[in-house]
């Protein structure tokens, strides 16, 4: 934590006033790195959202119409304090014939897994070695809907769009959002699939599946999420 300490100190009083370029992942981040920092020049700061490969995108398959459980899919860090899982598993238990769930987690915390484990729930897997990330897109294709399971419980959660929204819809999953992460709104979407809706863990029922089993065509505006075209403009700002 010294280290930190004394590197944070360096940004503040040397590089940021030296930076061309100092970015967040979103408009929210910006607004607060800005007000926490007011001598750095406005002209200095972007949004550079964090994408997945194109590849991923081209290689996503027409997605098959449901014919049993839906399958839902957790890849991620999990704690009881910072996210959904007991919720969300509850849930599951409580709908054997209509559910299955995967959860992949290198970053699982000993309570939660023992928890898991003797939970030893029929339609719930437990993978707790994670997944290497080239291998996603494969892996998740065969889902139905990503979960994005924080609880918000600080402003940096609340504020976020996390990497994992944007992987998932990237494989053509619809994804679940907390209604706490505020930076999940704008990218809200109940019309065209990959759908993004808000839900409260708190109160799930089977009726938030209704779109998912009526409708399985997966359009092309999660193509718009991909890191070669994020990056074009920190190449343009770098060539000028």
């Known amino acids: 934590m010294r280290s930190v300490r004394f590197f944070h100190k360096l940004e503040t009083t040397f590089l940021y006033k ?4 100092i970015s967040q992942t979103n408009s929210y981040r910006l607004d607060f790195f800005s007000k926490d920092y007011p001598y750095v020049p406005k002209s200095t700061l972007f949004s550079l959202a964090n994408y997945p490969p ?6 996503l398959k027409k997605r098959s119409k449901i014919k ?3 399958k839902l899919l957790y890849i991620g860090a999990l704690s009881f304090e910072n996210t959904y899982i007991r919720e969300i598993v509850t ?8 559910i299955k769930f995967d959860v992949f987690s290198y970053n699982m915390h000993n309570d939660v897994l023992s928890w898991l484990q003797s939970e030893s729930i ?3 897997s437990l993978n707790a070695f ?5 291998q996603i897109p494969k892996m998740a294709s065969s889902y139905d809907v990503g979960l994005v399971l924080y609880k918000g419980h600080n402003i940096n959660y609340q504020y976020n769009a996390p990497n994992k929204l944007f992987e998932y819809l990237v494989c053509g999953l619809d994804v679940w959002v907390p209604k706490e992460l505020l930076g999940c709104k704008a990218y809200l979407n109940s019309q065209t699939r990959p759908f993004v809706l808000d839900v409260n863990y708190n109160n799930l029922s089977m009726a938030n599946f209704n779109s998912i089993i009526e409708e399985n065509s997966v359009g092309d505006n999660f193509i718009q999420y991909n890191a ?3 990056a074009i403009k920190l ?6």
Do not use: H, T
């Open 91 to 98: 849930f599951v238990r409580n709908n054997p014939n209509s």
């Open 68 to 70: 049993g459980p839906i």
């Open 54 to 59: 194109l590849s991923w995108a081209k290689s």
């Open 130 to 134: 994670g997944i290497p990330y080239d």
């Open 228 to 230: 070669e075209d994020e």
């Open 235 to 240: 190449l343009q700002q770098i060539k000028s």
């Open 122 to 124: 029929e339609n719930i």
């Open 18 to 21: 030296k930076a061309a370029w």
